[in-house]
């Protein structure tokens, strides 16, 4: 690695009509880091996401990823490029068994076409034994491999959300980007989710994390970006951000903004 | 769609069930040729729209494209054996020239329909569809003028048999002692083919392609996401699906020996549709099933509907024709209250109940 950045956005912009979803967003992710996307419902966060995989253009601003500028790529090609995601509101692919869904992770590091796949060919079958040796490792790995082959949408909330990592794992990431994956856990799930989500940085993947579990981001994350209003107001390790004024006055409301801008 | 044909864990029942497939399928025309030979015509009929069935499988069952102008594809690959192999314009290429390029023209088209819908889905998609199947028959019906390439409604006749060297497979001859007619021997090579593509057809949904598709069906903006390129992977399955119809369309031509744009109205395309559905989207062991039923199921009621009529009644109650689709609109409607899901369904549905996989 030549430098310690891994993702670089600068002067992010995104309107939907007269809503002004991110207004210059900037920020630095570095190498090994889980990084911590907070802030209260309807701040950007999401449409931070949806920006970065390409789900949306950005109407201003530019990420710089591992190196190189990311601009205006297509979804499919942002994966490519080492970004995967998992959604807010889970999107699997419900009809399909669970191991599938992370064999179909595979996809964009595989080549066999439809020649391969009609003529099954030797190099076709290796890549297909290592597509579903890899699928169950992953599938192991997030810990849902008893239901390797229930269909995805019969699996448990949870181990929806655990799914969806191992499917975005597939892609060989090197930054997870995760919309909520504590959403609706209790204690315990969100417990070993945690020691998941540390197992991932252990073997070498960066994580960008979008939460409202406070617990969870500030015991996990090394910093965290706080937005509102589509605008970044703090940004810096768990414990600083937390004691921010203009980070409680956005999660408590603007009474409480005048009393403080009046104190900093 | 391992519960079928599985050596691994019933060799003796799937081997026994395999041959005895194999050998009834092999003596199949003799017994239709016993009760005529229409049978063995209606059989060889069915088997196109088997044809048609699997290829509109790829793009409604496991792409999730709804389709609705599916018989264009069809009428394209008929309308090229038929300008390539009759007197209409003097040509007389052999047949095996001409199903490649006919499957490869019809391929064209297949991305023609798809690059301007990949934004599509649903009803939108089902209307585009829908009008390009009739654009296609449209332009067959009037492209006789000003230079005459269809021959408008007329349609072309004198189309070749298939023939390879001296073997005409329209004529009758007595072969090692068994008197084939013309279509028997045409059974015989559309059977050769239908192996080829069902085994076509199980080796895509296995696969990296087969896989991408049903991504696009369940969720197109998770697929994406994962690093599919849904536009070259959806044009995939309109090229793939298309192709198969241009087959089914040569050998259509070649076993009428005359064909008009009448044959491929908008009903047709709803017809290979209800295959799709009724034997279940997905499944290609149940679209076969759909397709040999849709398409026995209304020739068996021709011949039953007005012996049945004078043996309950001793006359004729009832117009035969309007009987006939009446008894198989109601079939349908049965089917799809009971059996939502079609006759087999789609084999991840049955997934759910087996023991998971070791690594």
């Known amino acids: ?264 | 769609m391992h519960s079928f044909f599985d050596t691994g864990k019933n060799p003796k029942l799937a081997w026994t069930g395999l041959a005895l497939i194999v050998v009834t399928l092999l003596v199949l025309p003799w017994a239709l040729a016993s009760m005529g030979t229409a049978w063995v015509r209606i059989t060889n009929i069915a088997i196109l729209y088997v044809f048609l069935a699997l290829g509109l499988n790829i793009v409604v069952g496991f792409a999730g494209l709804l389709d609705l102008g599916y018989i264009a594809f069809y009428a394209v690959g008929a309308y090229v054996y038929a300008l390539l192999a009759s007197p209409h314009f003097n040509l007389h290429l052999p047949f095996w020239l001409i199903l490649p390029i006919g499957a490869g023209i019809a391929c064209m088209f297949g991305v023609l329909l798809g690059a301007p819908t990949l934004k599509l889905r649903g009803d939108y998609l089902a209307i585009v569809t829908l009008g390009f199947g009739e654009i296609i028959r449209i332009f067959l019906n009037n492209l006789s003028q000003p230079i005459n390439i269809t021959n408008g409604p007329q349609g072309i006749y004198m189309i070749d048999p298939f023939r390879i060297g001296d073997f005409n497979f329209a004529r009758r001859e007595t072969i090692l002692g068994l008197d084939f007619t013309g279509p028997i021997k045409y059974y015989y090579f559309f059977l050769v083919v239908m192996v080829i593509i069902i085994v076509i057809n199980l080796r895509l949904q296995d696969s990296r392609i087969g896989r991408a598709w049903e991504a696009i069906r369940e969720d197109e903006v998770a697929a994406r996401a994962m690093g599919i390129n849904t536009r070259n992977i959806k044009l995939l399955a309109f090229a793939m699906g298309a192709s198969f119809g241009g087959v089914a369309g040569g050998m259509f031509s070649a076993i009428q020996g005359f064909i008009s744009p009448e044959s491929f109205v908008l009903v047709e395309s709803v017809m290979v549709l209800a295959m799709v559905v009724l034997g279940g989207m997905g499944n290609i062991w149940g679209v076969i099933l759909g397709a040999v039923l849709l398409s026995f199921v209304p020739e068996v009621l021709r011949y039953t509907v007005t012996p049945v009529q004078e043996a309950l009644f001793g006359r004729t109650l009832l117009d035969p024709e309007v009987i006939r689709m009446l008894l198989f609109g109601l079939a349908l409607v049965l089917m799809m209250l009971f059996r939502p899901a079609g006759i087999l369904p789609s084999a991840v549905r049955k997934r759910e109940l087996e023991t998971p996989a070791k690594p």
């Open chain 1, 1 to 264: 690695m030549s430098t310690l950045a891994l993702l670089v956005a600068k002067g992010i912009t995104k309107r939907f009509g007269g809503v002004q979803a991110l207004s210059d967003v900037g920020f630095t992710i570095n190498h090994g880091e889980i990084y911590g996307l907070i802030g209260p419902n309807g701040a950007g966060k999401t449409s931070l996401f949806n920006v970065l995989t390409g789900i949306y253009l950005p109407d201003g601003g530019e990420f710089t990823f591992d190196g190189d500028p990311l601009s205006n790529l297509k979804p499919n090609d942002v994966a490519a490029r080492g970004i995967a995601r998992t959604f807010q509101n889970i999107r699997l692919f419900g009809n399909l068994s669970a191991l599938e869904n992370v064999m179909i992770g595979r996809h964009v590091r595989t080549n066999a076409g439809v020649w391969g796949a009609i003529s099954r060919n030797a190099g076709a079958r290796a890549e297909e034994a290592a597509i579903h040796k890899r699928a169950y490792e992953l599938i192991d790995y997030v810990g849902v491999a008893k239901r390797a082959n229930s269909l995805a949408k019969h699996l448990a909330y949870g181990d929806q959300r655990r799914l969806e990592i191992a499917r975005a794992l597939a892609t060989e990431p090197k930054l997870l980007a995760l919309d909520e994956p504590a959403a609706g856990m209790n204690a315990t799930e969100t417990a070993s989710l945690k020691r998941l989500l540390e197992d991932i940085r252990r073997d070498g993947t960066t994580i960008l994390l979008i939460e409202h579990d406070m617990k969870l981001v500030m015991s996990i994350c090394d910093r965290v970006l706080v937005l509102d209003y589509g605008k970044k107001i703090a940004e810096g390790s768990a414990s600083a951000v937390q004691n921010d004024p203009k980070v409680i006055a956005a999660y408590l409301g603007g009474e409480v903004t005048l009393n403080l801008k009046g104190t900093t």
